[in-house]
């Protein structure tokens, strides 16, 4: 069993599996270990990367995330 935990970066995909650094090195983590064990995420977000159109160079679109997180309820 886990006891605790700790916080894992995810900082890419390759070959269909997350790329995290943990325990001092790049590890793969499947999806299934994921939604398993993944109890908290957090995404950091800077405007600044945004371009005029408030949407990255990969289509993310700010105000459609802030539309979503306004449906959620408080916690």
Do not use: C
């Amino acid at each position: 069993p886990i006891e605790g935990g700790h916080y894992v970066p995810i900082l890419g995909r390759k070959d269909g599996q997350f790329m995290v650094s943990t325990w001092g090195a790049l590890q793969p983590m499947t999806d299934a270990f994921f939604s398993e064990y993944n109890d908290e995420s957090v995404v950091y977000l800077s405007p600044d990367y945004l371009d005029g159109t408030k949407k990255s160079p990969e289509g993310f679109d700010m105000a459609r995330l802030q539309t979503i997180i306004n449906t959620l309820p408080s916690a």
